[in-house]
């Protein structure tokens, strides 16, 4: 078990380019989270997915954000045409069974930073 | 709407002195509670969780919190605090669907 895994653990893009990050959850965990926390704040939900069905997504996932977990393992959460906004650390998490019972597992994040 | 309140923004204590993090939420059934700790560029680890049963909770690195529903409070909690707690702790409520509502976080200074 090496824990969850995001990449990369930053990134600089410019206004208006696409970005895409990558989640490895916990094996054996079958549902999986994406957060933004920007700075300042505590983690807001973004989606999340139990294996390959994003079943929730928050009011704060424009049209411009995607997320899919093709296979029901790794995700990818994609922000098209970047704004300065969209600046903030990008956490994922991973659960078993049915959080919260069990609380999360998050990965160290993707530091996103558009100039 | 599901909320969560940390009152205090930052919080400085000496080392070895005991500590208390103010946590009060907003929720409309028997919340399930949470406090997570994050070291600067980080992720979040869990400290303790509350589910139900008995309103002590004992969780990692010595910390224990008490949930109060009557004052709708978490407060977090140490005996003796150490250089290496220093950090940003959160609380987070959980909420219908799974996801958890974070608190804005109290960022701990430790002072030798």
């Known amino acids: 078990d090496t824990g969850v895994s995001q990449d990369p653990r930053h990134k600089i893009t410019k206004r208006g380019q696409n970005v895409t990050f990558r989640c490895d959850p916990i094996?054996?965990?079958?549902?999986l989270y994406w957060y933004r926390q920007t700075l300042g704040q505590g983690p807001e939900f973004l989606t999340y997915?139990?294996?390959?069905?994003?079943?929730?997504k928050s009011r704060l996932l424009s049209d411009r954000f995607s997320a899919e977990r093709p296979k029901g393992s790794f995700s990818t959460l994609e922000i098209q045409r970047t704004e300065q906004g969209d600046s903030a650390m990008y956490l994922c998490?991973?659960?078993?069974?049915?959080?919260?019972?069990?609380?999360?597992?998050f990965g160290s994040g993707t530091r996103l930073t558009v100039v | 709407a599901q909320s969560v309140t940390q009152p205090d923004i930052h919080i400085t204590v000496s080392e070895g002195a005991s500590l208390e993090l103010r946590c009060n939420y907003s929720?409309?059934?028997?919340?399930?509670l949470f406090w997570y700790v994050q070291s600067p560029g980080q992720g979040l680890q869990l400290l303790l969780k509350?589910?139900?049963?008995?309103?002590l909770v004992q969780g990692i690195k010595g910390f224990e919190a008490e949930f109060k529903r009557s004052q709708s409070s978490f407060n977090l909690r140490k005996p003796s605090v150490h250089w290496s707690d220093a950090a940003e702790y959160f609380c987070?409520?959980?909420?219908?669907?799974?996801?958890?509502?974070f608190g804005a976080g109290t960022i701990l200074r430790v002072k030798s």
């Open positions: 998490a991973s659960s078993t069974r049915q959080a919260p019972h069990y609380g999360y597992t």
């Open positions: 094996s054996e965990h079958n549902r």
């Open positions: 997915f139990q294996n390959e069905a994003q079943l929730e």
């Open positions: 929720y409309g059934a028997t919340p399930y």
């Open positions: 509350y589910f139900s049963g008995d309103t």
């Open positions: 987070a409520v959980g909420e219908y669907g799974n996801k958890l509502v």
